[in-house]
Every structure is written in structure tokens, then in C-alpha cells.
């Protein structure tokens, strides 16, 4: 997939400040080297050729690429693709309003990110997260009520960006739950959680580095947002972020994790070339 064209302006920025230290170099190498007429030539149109390879090569790297490093008003942050359980520092794992912890494909997806951390990477019985959770000293503000008509999963609900630090990991109340155990969020409510999550990150990171996936990139549906895609995901993070209080205190830094599968779909010589990211 092509998701930046041949002869974007971009590509060919970073092709003249290749090309400006070849000329300078080129340039100190003819002051002491003489160079024959007769090959002056040859030497012109192998110069061109290598323009021509390094302009490719550039492309090539610009489609290809799959990490970057910006700044966003003065914290680190890092953009690559990558496993988040392989991360240092605290890894954030979204869960449901309501903390659920049912693996069952019903309520949590065993393939999601929320399934794959209680299945492969709990490291406690599901029982004991379950005890961790119920006695974890939320705020008062955080929960907001219990609902025992539920048919299915836990009755206590939780203001969405909520976290409950477990371990190294960060479990956040991300998504809503309508009747039916299908998760979604209008757009107001995705920009909610992300100011509530990353006011309370700002709180507990302890200058500790902080990892999360994309929010949103999985199974939960944005309500009136069927076609919104990851890389406008990624940009209303980065977004929410800056004009956030949350700064990270070097040497922490932010990492946002793209799925492997994910970064297709996302132009990352964009978000780099953006002011703050967006």
C-alpha cells in the first residue's frame, strides 16, 4: 500500500537535505582531486543515476516507515509499531466500564488486547484481579453506580478513564456498554476518556516511561464514526495530549503502540512532519 505518492513535498525535502551533504562532500573532493575530461561524462550521468536511487530510496523508507520520535509540547513521545507487552515501564490495557474480566467472546474478545492480557499476561488468577479490583481505592468521583439489572458481567460502573494501576499495568475504563454487551462510544465520549485518562496518567506515571495501544483501534465502535480509520484515531491522541496538562518529565516519555497489522493504514511521515504531531 502507497501511502505516501512519489513526489510528495516531503520526500522531497529530505531528498535536498541528502543531496546538500553529497554536493558539499563532492564539492571538497574536487578541490583535491582532478577528475579527466574524458570521464567527466561518466561521472555526471553515475551522479544523476545515484540521485536517482537516493530519491527511490527515500520513498521506499517514507512508505516503509515505522517509528518516529516527536515532541509534543516538550515530552517524548514515540510512535512505532510493536508488541505493548514487551514495553518498559507502565503498559495501559483498556477495559470496559465496568472492569470486566469475562473472557468469553461475548463480553471480552479472547483476540482483543483486553482478552490477550487476562488470558496470557494476568499472572494471577482471574479471581484475584476480580478481589484487586472490587478493593482498589478509586476516587470518589470514579465510580459512578451499580447496576444490578445486568444480566451478564459486573454491576459496579466507573467514569470512563479511570485507571486502576495493577502491577506494571495501567487498567483503564475505556469503552461503554450498551444492552447488549456491545461496546461503543459517541465521539464526545472517546474525547472525554482521552482527557480523563491522561489527566489521570499524569497523576500516577511516577516518572515512569508509559505505553498504549491506540484507543479505539479495536473492536469498540465510535457511534456515528464507522469510517474513522487508525491514523485519525492516533491524531485525536496526540491531540488530546498536548492540550492536556500531562507532560512527561524526561527521561519518561509517552510510546503509542501500532499494531503490526495497523500501520498500513497510517502515514507516519505525516504525523512527524505535523507540529506537535497533528
Not at 56 to 85: H, P, R
Not at 96 to 121: M, P, R, W
Not at 216 to 221: A, F, L
Request: proline share 2%.
Amino acid at each position: 500500500m502507497t501511502k505516501v505518492s512519489f513526489f510528495d513535498k516531503r520526500v522531497f525535502e529530505n531528498f535536498l537535505k541528502v543531496t546538500s551533504y553529497i554536493s558539499v562532500t563532492l564539492s571538497l573532493i574536487v578541490l583535491f582531486v582532478d577528475i579527466p575530461k574524458d570521464c567527466k561524462s561518466l561521472y555526471g550521468w553515475i551522479f544523476v543515476g545515484l540521485l536517482v536511487v537516493i530519491y527511490i530510496l527515500i520513498w521506499i523508507w517514507a512508505n516503509t516507515l515505522n517509528k518516529i520520535d516527536i515532541k509534543v509540547e516538550g515530552s517524548d513521545v514515540t510512535i512505532k509499531v510493536g508488541d505493548i507487552f514487551q514495553q518498559k515501564g507502565l503498559k495501559a490495557i483498556a477495559f470496559n466500564e465496568y472492569f470486566d474480566t469475562q473472557v468469553d467472546n461475548k463480553i471480552i474478545a479472547e483476540n482483543s488486547l483486553n482478552g490477550i492480557f487476562i488470558n496470557n499476561h494476568l499472572g494471577v488468577p482471574v479471581s484475584d484481579l476480580d478481589d484487586y479490583i472490587r478493593n482498589y481505592a478509586f476516587e470518589s468521583d470514579e465510580f459512578i453506580e451499580s447496576n444490578p439489572n445486568r444480566a451478564q458481567g459486573k454491576v459496579d460502573r466507573y467514569q470512563i478513564g479511570t485507571i486502576c494501576i495493577h502491577g506494571d499495568y495501567l487498567l483503564t475504563a475505556f469503552s461503554k456498554f450498551d444492552k447488549n454487551n456491545k461496546a461503543l462510544l459517541t465521539m464526545p465520549e472517546y474525547l472525554e476518556f482521552l482527557i480523563n485518562f491522561w489527566d489521570k496518567v499524569n497523576n500516577v506515571y511516577a516518572q515512569q516511561n508509559v505505553s498504549t495501544p491506540i484507543f479505539g483501534s479495536g473492536i469498540t465502535r465510535i457511534k456515528g464514526h464507522k469510517s474513522i480509520c487508525d491514523e485519525d484515531l492516533l491524531k485525536i491522541m496526540l491531540w488530546t495530549f498536548r492540550i492536556s496538562e500531562m507532560r512527561f518529565k524526561y527521561p519518561a516519555r509517552l510510546t503509542i503502540i501500532i499494531h503490526k497489522d495497523k500501520i498500513n493504514q497510517i502515514n507516519l511521515l505525516d504525523i512527524k512532519s505535523a507540529r506537535n504531531g497533528v
